[in-house]
């Protein structure tokens, strides 16, 4: 499929280990030697600022959606792109998703987590039919891993929506595993009776 345009949830602190951030950097340029822009939530902090300085730096493209209370506390990222201030994080994922043919996460926290398994919901639901990565540097995803592996034993997640995932531990492997993601999956509730 052909990815113009790839949403990236990360963390707003660069964590404890400087390879997370080593791997934004490398993402980004990446991404930008790609010509793929960016979408993410707007901020110059932690690795959400690593990324979207990497990806400029190398002549790329970046599109933050932050909320105005976030643009108020004076971490939103100047120099971007384009940069949507919109009143609330539901409109905030909705035009990320909306801008985004592809999803990625990163390390990060509650809200890396949050935003991302909300569009592999939307996957799922047959809401988008977009791909969504893990890229799980130094194992930092392992532990949620093995949550989706467990929940699909116990019959929580259907095996074809954990397999639909992109997993990759490489920036450099993620793209192209989301450029020739096919959707396989049927998405649930379509029909109940087939499950």
Not at 42 to 63: E, I, Q, W
Request: aromatic content about 8%; charged content about 20%; overall charge negative.
């Amino acid at each position: 499929m052909k990815i113009e345009s790839i949403a990236v949830y990360c963390g707003s602190s660069r964590g404890t280990d400087p390879v997370f951030a080593e791997a934004a950097e490398q993402l980004g340029a990446l991404l930008a030697g790609h010509d793929i822009d960016v979408v993410y939530g707007g901020g110059r902090v932690g690795l959400m600022g690593v990324l979207a300085d990497a990806v400029l730096a190398a002549g790329g493209r970046v599109h933050g959606v932050i909320t105005a209370a976030l643009v108020d506390s004076e971490i939103a990222h100047e120099e971007l792109t384009s940069l949507a201030v919109v009143d609330t994080m539901h409109e905030r994922k909705a035009a990320m998703a909306d801008r985004a043919d592809a999803f990625i996460a990163m390390p990060g926290g509650f809200g890396t987590l949050d935003e991302f398994f909300e569009m592999v919901t939307w996957a799922q639901l047959g809401i988008h039919r977009k791909p969504c990565g893990i890229l799980d540097i130094a194992g930092f995803f392992a532990p949620l891993r093995t949550f989706v592996d467990t929940a699909t034993n116990f019959g929580f997640i259907h095996e074809e929506h954990r397999d639909s995932l992109v997993i990759a531990e490489d920036p450099g492997e993620i793209i192209g595993a989301l450029a020739s993601w096919v959707p396989t999956y049927v998405p649930k509730w379509v029909d109940p009776n087939t499950r």
